[in-house]
């Protein structure tokens, strides 16, 4: 998809994204997934597009990411769908009648004909005096990420009816208007053709049109009732005016004031829980005070007469040893060692399970009335009648719940180990790609390099070489060769020993990319398929087919697709593809063994995509509506 945008030099965003979202329990399959996908894509034209579709069931809402190339792959001309929000709303209903999905609300909905089937009309908008405008995104994801109600939503309820109950008053006029909304902080203002409603202390920020009060509030409806527009006269105070006088006090507030307040709750919550974290500190600190000591002690005496009870065990084995060494007893001894041995070992196991229960029971007696982890004392707290404890836990497992839908997993099995599983090294570390390879890096800093052909390490931690290491051992079963300086090549030596990694050469020196390598390194198959392969002269192609030379580098990203050219070996014996990419050449050093296996592809169109420390090459064919007519 990358490659056919860049072949249209005048689109920076060639990627159109939209989401299929189905509604909360319904499952589709599949085939059904992908038949909505098509038909959405068939619905905006864009069908014989490069396109690509994940199915998401990791939430509530089964939900399918579709991303599309804008760019047409034989016309190169871009597409941006018009209205498309009101196309995929229309092929949405029809999916749904399809398929028997439920309806969910939009510009179309389904209703019955004359003949009692059901068709998809577009909804009818409502202009009467009691609707109101529709939020703006902004709005949305302001409610929708911080859960407080909009500005716009808010100036749609008290303040509307508050202002309704004044225009209907008899003698009305616009300084009355100013007086109602002033009681909530507002203020009409003309805009250009319109009006809006904003906060007085805050208009930059806080502000809505003037019909998301109700249509009733626009400016046209507003001039018709009471004149052409009168700005306010004075700075009208929040104090009640007597057009409100008749109204309850609801102790309604500015949109500030009520943000505010959410907030001073949110920080009252806040300080509760950090109260109740500081009690449970001070319970575990009291505890540990008080007991700690004496757990301490009862340990030490454990771990004494665990090692009396082993160095007893020891004795009776040696003494039994020497029993049957100088006994005189005729006959085979070998039964008596190997009878020695039995006992020996079953009175270890008894040893080591008795050993174990006790721990076991010590853990636990010295348990009894310790505080335990955050929600397991919250859980104590709580079942006593501790009202904050009880809000607190009620918020952990709204977290988790929050987290389990985040992180939804599919779990197939487990493997447990029979011993204490060692400290993982290469799961620590993250990588990133550049020219020369792939660098690891821990804690931000790198220490060593996969170059493809070597590993070069930048740090002398033990546990850094020991994950380099691990890596060399997967890339080169047979052996490693270890070369640098003489303390790195010692630490490296006695690692990999210790690792049981074979170690054939220590002193060789491979360099990054080496014309000719020493003989004992030649692969036979390897010579083989060299001296059997074709040359590559890039230049010569450059100069027939008169595009320029793109030497790729080995990186992730930038796939190259066409027709393959030329695949063998160039004047330095290396492995070379060359595939015209539309305006460039492009030019692929791989190995002579890939180079070889593609030749008889030569005038195939493929594809070529780096993963980062090798070219692969595979065979590309184009599906769409057209392809079969265009093979015939």
Known sequence: MEGIALMNERVNDSVYHYVLSWRAGENPSDAQAFDAITATLTAMKMHDHQ?????????????????VNRIHPETLKSVYPKRDWIILDRVCRELELKHGWSHSPGPHSVEL???????????????????????????????????????????????????????????????????????????????????VVVDRDCPEKL??????????????????????????????????????????????????????????RRKHRRAEREALYQKYAAAKTEWECTQGCKNALAWQQQRTSEEARFERLRAENLAARGRIKTSTVTGNKKL??????????????????????????????????????????????????????????????????????????????????????????LDTLCWTADDRGVNYLCNGVAIFRDEGQRVVFKDMGDDNIRAGLMLCREKWAKGLHISGTDEFKSRAMALATEMNIRIVYQDLQIPKRSLEPPESLKDPLVETRARGANAVDPEQLSSQCGKPLLDCATRFGHPHTGKLVAAGCNTLGEGVV?????????????????????????????????????????????AGPDLNADSE
């Not at 859980?379 to 992180?407: I, K, N, W």
Request: proline residues 4%.
């Open 578 to 622: 060359v595939i015209d990419a539309g305006r460039v050449l492009a030019v692929i050093h791989t190995s002579v063994r890939t180079a070889t296996d593609l030749q008889p592809k030569v005038g195939r169109f493929v594809r070529a995509h780096s993963s980062g420390l090798q070219w692969q090459v595979v065979d590309f064919q184009r």
């Open 113 to 195: 004909g004359d003949d009692d089937a059901p068709y998809v009309v577009r909804r009818q908008r409502n202009l009467s005096d009691e609707a109101k405008a529709v939020p703006t995104t902004r709005a949305r994801d302001f409610s929708a990420w911080s859960g407080l109600e909009s500005f716009q939503d808010w100036v749609g309820k008290e303040p509307a009816k508050y202002l309704k109950r004044a225009l209907q008053k008899p003698a009305v006029d616009w300084q009355c208007v100013h007086k109602s909304l002033a009681y909530f902080g507002l203020e009409y203002r003309k805009s250009g053709s319109g009006a």
């Open 336 to 425: 008596l060692h190997s009878l020695r041995v039995y006992v020996a070992a079953t009175k270890r196991e008894a040893l080591r399970l008795r050993i174990r229960q006790e721990r076991e029971d010590l853990k636990a007696a010295q348990n009894v009335g310790r505080p335990g982890a955050w929600r397991g004392w919250l859980t104590e707290q709580a079942q006593v009648g501790d009202m904050d404890a009880r809000h607190a836990l009620r918020g952990l497992r709204y977290r988790d719940r929050r987290d389990r839908h985040r992180e939804s997993e599919i779990t197939i099995g487990a493997v447990v180990g029979l011993e204490t599983p060692r400290k993982a090294l």
């Open 207 to 264: 502000h809505a049109k003037a019909s998301h009060i109700g249509r009733f509030a626009s400016l046209r409806r507003m001039e018709a009732c009471l004149g052409p527009y009168e700005p306010v006269r004075d700075s009208p105070s929040h104090e009640r005016t007597h057009h409100q006088d008749s109204l309850p006090d609801l102790g309604i507030k500015s949109y500030r004031q009520q943000v505010e307040g959410h907030g001073m």
């Open 51 to 67: 396109w690509i579709g994940a199915v998401h069931r990791n939430t509530d809402h089964v939900h399918a990411h579709v991303g």
